[in-house]
């Protein structure tokens, strides 16, 4: 699944092809308290792209469910903000 030349590349290309991680909070449904979630930045930019619904967890009530057409512009906005001019260097 990983790349396994990584260790082969210059240090910036490793830095671009290693698993960076996407980090947004997400609300539970059952009690609403917020809590921070974390997605590989590739899974969450295929997610994105191909207009996917991203499973969110919550771990004070350990509770499942599909992201919300709200929740996904959020992380959307998000990862636009913050990871597209990392990916972008
Ligand atoms: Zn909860």
Same mark, same amino acid.
């Given at each position: 699944?990983?790349? &396994? ?25 059952? =009690? ?15 997610? &994105?792209?191909?207009?996917? =619904? ?36």
């Amino acid at each position: 699944m990983f790349d &396994l030349q990584d260790d082969r590349l210059p240090v910036e290309q490793h830095y671009r092809m290693s698993e960076v991680m996407v980090r947004f909070p997400v609300r539970c449904p059952v =009690c609403s308290s917020e809590s921070l979630m974390q997605f590989p930045v590739r899974i969450v930019s295929i997610i &994105l792209v191909e207009l996917r =619904c991203l499973q969110l967890f919550a771990t004070c009530h350990r509770q499942y469910w599909g992201a919300s057409d709200n929740e996904m512009q959020q992380i959307r906005e998000y990862f636009e903000l913050v990871y597209l001019p990392i990916l972008a260097i």
